[in-house]
Structures are given as C-alpha cells and as structure tokens.
C-alpha cells in the first residue's frame, strides 16, 4: 500500500501571517494616541472657537489664546501659515499651555513640539489631554520669521483613522528579510555563502544609499545646483574655494578682492577688536595687503577642476559635499571589510554590520549638512581621503601579486596627500599610525632579508606624500615667505590665532570634549542635540562652540577594551603596538585641536573617522577572542551585543541628520515632519 505523499506547505501562508501582522501593528502606532487615552476619554466636540477663527501671530505677539471652551481637551487642529517671510521652509517651536479644572484653571505646559511652517497653508493636530473641564488653552510660538496666521482652529476634532503606509513597508520587508534569512533553507544557503565581498557590496551599498539620500535633502537648501563661471556676483560674495580656483584661473596665488582702506590701515588687524566697523573677508588670510584662503587646495583639484572641465561651471557646496560623503560611504565600510579579512578570524557578517555601524559613528551625516559649508568641505574631503587611504592599505595586506600591491601602494600614498592637502589635522591620526606601521614593516624586512621589496615598496607609498609636502612648502613660502606658515597665523576669525600654542593645560580639556562630552536632551524629536559647554578657566582665548565626544556613539565604546587587547595573546607584539599607537593618535590629535583650534563638532570629526575604524576592528576581535576562547552562550552574547552596539550606534547616526543647530543647512521641513511620525508614534 502506497504511502500518501505529504501535502506540500503553502510557501504563502507565512507571508500572509506576517502581512496581517504587520497591517495590525502599524494599525496600533499609527493610532496608538488615540487608543492609548482619547478613546473613551472625552466625546468628540468639533468645536470651533469664533474670535479666534483666524489669528495672526506675530514676533511682538507670540502667543495665541483660547478661552472658555467649558469641556475636557483631548486634541486641538488648527491651520498654520508662515506670512511675510524671508525665510519660508522652517521649524517654528510650538509650546502648548492648558487651563483646566485639574489645574485650578492655571496655564501649565502640556506640549512642545517643533511643526513645519510654509507660505502654503497646513494643518496641524496636537493632543492636549485636560484634566476635567478647561478654562482655555494658549499656544506660543517662537523660532519663527515674519507672522504666522493660525486658522481654523477645531477642539476635539473627530477622529481620522490613519496609516503610515512607508513604515507598514518597512515592518513588513525587516520581518520578511528576518525569517528569510534565519528560518528558510534559502536564508541558510544565504549565510552559509556570504562572504567578504559580500559583505563590501552590502555594507558599502547601505552607507552609499544614506549619503546619497542626505545630498538630495542638502541641495534643496540652495537656489542652483552649480554656479556659473564667469561669477554673476562679486568675487566677494563666495566661498574661499570658489575664489581661490577663480584666482588660480587669474594665474595668482592671492584671491581677486581687494582689502579696505580701513583694514590696510590697522597696525594689528588679527586682532578681532581692532577691526570692529571694518570692512573685510572673514575667515581668510590676510598678509601684506593681500587676501588669501588658507583652506586646502585637494578639493579644488578633485572636485572643482573636474566639474569646470566637464561643465564650463562650478559646482555648488552640497554637490562638492555630496561628491566626498559619497567617497566616505564607499571606502570606509571596504577598509573595515578588508581588515576584518586580513585578520582572518572575524565573520564576514559581523564585519558588514560594524562597517556600516562605522561610517554612522564617523558623524559624516551631521558634517554634510554644515552652513558656510567651505569649512565643512575641508572636514568632509580629509575624511574621505584617510577613509580612502585605509582602504588601499588594507586592501594591500590582503594582496599578494606585487604589480597589484605597488598600484595599491601608490593609491594609498595619493589618498594620504590629498588628504593632506583638504585637512592636514584629519589625516594627522592615520598618519601617526602610517609611521608604525612602517617601522614595524621595516624591523620584519631586515630580518626576512627582504629590505630590497620594503624600500620600493615604500617608496612608492612615500612618492605621493613627498610631492604634496613639497607643493605645501612651495605655496606656503610663494604665499607667506615662510615654507612652514600655512596661513593659520594670519587669519583674520574671532581671535588673534598666532597667540594659539601646544599647553599642557589643553591636555584634560581635549579628553573630556573630543572623547567624553555628552549630546544636550530636549523635549522634541530627534531628543537630542550638541551645545556649548565650558569645563573650566582654560587659561587663555579657546574657541568654544556646538560639541559632542566620540563616545556618545555606542561603537566607540569599544576603545574601552583596547587595553584588555594589549594584554591579551590574541595580538602579536606587532599588532598591540599598532593599535597602542593608533589609539594614542586620537589623544595626540584632540589635544592638537584643542590647543591650535578649540572646539566644534567639525574639530571632532577630525578623529572620527579614525576611531570608528579601530572601534569596528576592535569589536571583530572581541568577537573573536569569545568564539576561539569561551564559545557557547558567552560567544553567542558577545556577538548579539556587538550586534545590538552596532544598531544603537546607525540610530544616534540617523538622529543625528535631524539635530538642529544655526549653522546647519535647512532642508525641507516636510521631510522632519515625516521622519517624526515614522518614528514618534506615540506623540
């Protein structure tokens, strides 16, 4: 008697119970205010207040009020419209005050919250919540130009079922690619065959996909994609790099704006108190009667020179932005892949999820959004360049025909000197770390006998290096008539900077800003933000402004742990020295930027990108170390809190595209709004 064949499994029904489930929970957080405490609690009123139907609320006057309303608050609509402003697309901060029985009928905050406000009217529901009848309810605006017409305001509007389908979307494909990838044969042949250049495409597509996505938002701050060439507007109405490749098409060295009487006449003009009511160029060099930018010329090689031969034009600041976030997002994630392969015992997918978790802790995210972006591009252009840099490097380790690894030497050493020439104090880390790692190179040379392949090989390194330290001693005495002096002393910027010197004084300061300075919490989305603080009496003129440490990034947290490396077998005498010097650079570098610059989140950034790398490589050999040494539960919890790291650290990334700051580029307010309530869903 023939056995009956078990019915196939309906390859559907999962699918379809993750689809039910999914349309259920984003049912419950797209409404979850409503269910959570208006249902039941008030009847809808649909009152509208008639004095107030149309309020216009203006700086002098901020405050809208509304009284009398007799019955318990659960939600209030209104309209609002920006009116008469210079700047349109805008935050504006909305604090809400309630009166009501609970209360005594005294005012007491019920909401904050920043809405979008544009010349095109929009509605707006906040839910209130009084506590038994209300009195009234005002609301103050602030952070806002022109007036702001609120209309149509209704009490207790009835209730309007809603669905945010982008995030039903991303439940259902997260749930989805899950089970596919931990429940299915398919999803274990998956894993069981990702390997290293999986895991570089992976890594590399998310981070390129986030950088893509911020430029876009970027460029919509501007009025043009580009700008002409010849300038349409005076010379000294651009950026430095703009002027400095115009003067560089001039055939001079000096930018083509002349300096006010005013200015030539002061005996100190570094001295910001001396130039009060003088006219001048803020932020550029000034020496001898003569304006220059002492900026990098890197990006104007890579990025300007490109675009005007293949455009006739000059490339706007989030297009150059753009161009190097894009550089990061692809080289960054490769080098931490590629290390995680020359070391050999790390998994590949771990070493995909620490890269991406890398390139969110380099804060690249925040630097591309930076105002008066030509201090920015400098930041933005060392980064991608050391991230280059890393990658050739190790994508060296991991090459064995010599033609290959010359070309891949002489890549790396061109990387270095472009750095070199964007930001000088991004590429000082990886450099400190080069000049080991050479060392260490050279000690194993001598005694294979092969010192014969270490001195080309280096040299091709050194080539690029050396020709870029010549051009810089070259310019900088073309320029100043001092081969060392890169303009820095001659800045005309908020302080005399020749004053700025090395001080031990610097060293603890640098620590706890660089390294261990909190984000500032506020009350609205994204809940986080940097400030201004000042630990101490530092001594002498520091520039302080908007800051944060690396550690407030979770991944960082694994610098921690290098001195259990150090101490550990699982590292040669050559690999603790390596990464004892690497670590070390970060101090040396902070305390370098502290003393000479002071501090900004753009200065941090200078060590960022460093740090993220060492902190992914940190966290495989960890992973490593409990796999080879403990295995069982405690490799399993070591690798679901690496994981677990790594994700906290892509959301404070994330978040930290929406930090708002008076020296960020403005992008579309609509897209806040939207990310808020894909987010936000219990407000």
């Not at 010349?119 to 529901?125: A, D, L």
């Not at 003393?595 to 993220?612: H, K, N, Q, S």
């Not at 080879?628 to 404070?652: D, P, R, S, W, Y």
């Amino acid at each position: 008697m023939k056995k009956k064949a078990k019915p196939e499994p309906n390859k559907l029904l999962p699918l379809a119970i993750i689809l039910v489930i999914c349309v259920a929970a984003e049912m419950l957080m797209s409404n979850f205010v409503w269910f959570s405490y208006v249902a039941g609690n008030t009847d809808f009123t649909d009152f509208v207040p008639e004095n107030v139907k149309n309020e216009i609320v203006t700086k002098d006057n901020d405050t809208l009020q509304v009284r009398e309303v007799g019955f318990p608050l659960n939600s209030v609509s209104m309209t609002v419209q920006i009116k008469n402003a210079s700047v349109a697309d805008h935050l504006a901060k909305a604090v809400f005050n309630v009166a009501d029985e609970g209360n005594g009928g005294v005012l007491s905050a019920a909401f904050t919250d920043k809405i979008p406000v544009d010349t095109e009217p929009k509605r707006h529901t906040v839910y209130l919540n009084s506590r038994g009848d209300a009195y009234g309810f005002d609301v103050k605006f602030s952070a806002f130009n022109g007036d702001i017409a609120v209309t149509d305001i209704v009490i207790n509007p009835t209730y309007e079922f809603s669905f945010n389908a982008l995030r039903f979307a991303a439940l259902f494909l997260g749930i989805s690619i899950l089970l596919l990838l931990t429940k299915t044969e398919t999803g274990k042949t998956l894993r069981r065959e990702f390997g290293y250049r999986e895991a570089a495409i992976n890594a590399a597509a998310v981070c390129i996909s986030f950088s893509v996505v911020m430029w876009a938002l970027c460029s919509t701050s501007e009025t043009g994609a580009y700008y002409s060439y010849p300038l349409e507007n005076g010379i000294n109405m651009y950026s430095p790099y703009i002027q400095q490749f115009d003067a560089f098409l001039k055939g001079q060295l000096h930018l083509d704006v002349e300096p006010s009487e005013g200015l030539m006449s002061i005996e100190n003009p570094y001295n910001p108190a001396s130039r009060t009511g003088i006219e001048c160029l803020f932020d550029r060099a000034y020496f001898e009667g003569k304006y220059y930018s002492y900026f990098g010329v890197a990006p104007l090689l890579t990025v300007y020179l490109p675009y005007y031969l293949f455009t006739g034009n000059l490339p706007s600041d989030s297009t150059v932005s753009g161009v190097f976030s894009v550089i990061i997002a692809l080289f960054l994630p490769l080098a931490v892949v590629e290390w995680a392969k020359y070391r050999n015992k790390i998994r590949p997918w771990l070493s995909a999820v620490a890269a991406v978790a890398a390139y969110f802790a380099t804060s690249v995210l925040l630097i591309q959004r930076g105002r008066a972006q030509f201090y920015y591009i400098a930041c933005i252009a060392g980064m991608a360049f050391a991230s280059a840099y890393l990658y050739f490097v190790a994508k060296y380790l991991n090459t064995s025909k010599s033609a290959a690894k010359y070309i891949l030497l002489f890549l790396a050493g061109t990387s270095f000197a472009l750095g070199f020439l964007s930001r000088l104090n991004s590429i000082v880390p990886v450099g400190i770390a080069t000049v080991t790692f050479v060392a260490i190179y050279g000690i194993k040379s001598i005694k294979s006998k092969k010192i014969g392949k270490y001195i080309s090989e280096m040299a091709v390194l050194a080539l690029p290096v050396a020709a870029s330290i010549v051009f810089s001693l070259w310019y900088n005495n073309a320029r100043f008539g001092d081969p060392l002096q890169f303009g820095t002393d001659y800045q005309l910027t908020v302080a005399d900077t020749s004053y700025y010197k090395l001080s031990t004084v610097g060293i603890f300061p640098s620590v706890i800003h660089y390294f261990l300075q909190p984000f500032s919490f506020s009350e609205f989305f994204p809940y986080f933000g940097i400030t201004r603080t000042v630990i101490s009496d530092y001594g002498k003129y520091v520039y302080i402004d908007a800051n944060f440490g690396i550690m407030v990034y979770p991944l960082m947290l694994s610098l921690f742990f290098v001195p259990y490396l150090l101490k550990g077998k699982r590292l040669s005498r050559e690999g603790k020295a390596l990464l004892s010097v690497s670590t070390l650079s970060l101090f040396l570098t902070a305390f370098i930027n502290f003393c000479l610059g002071g501090v900004i989140f753009r200065y941090t950034a200078d060590i960022a990108l460093f740090a993220a790398f060492i902190s992914a490589a940190v966290m495989g050999e960890l992973c490593g170390i409990s796999e080879e040494n403990h295995g069982g539960a405690i490799a399993k919890t070591t690798k679901k809190t690496v994981l677990a790291v790594c994700i906290l650290t892509v959301i404070v990334g994330f978040f930290s595209m929406f930090i708002m700051t008076g020296n960020m580029v403005t992008y579309s307010p609509d897209f806040y709004e939207a990310a808020e309530e894909f987010f936000v869903f219990w407000n």
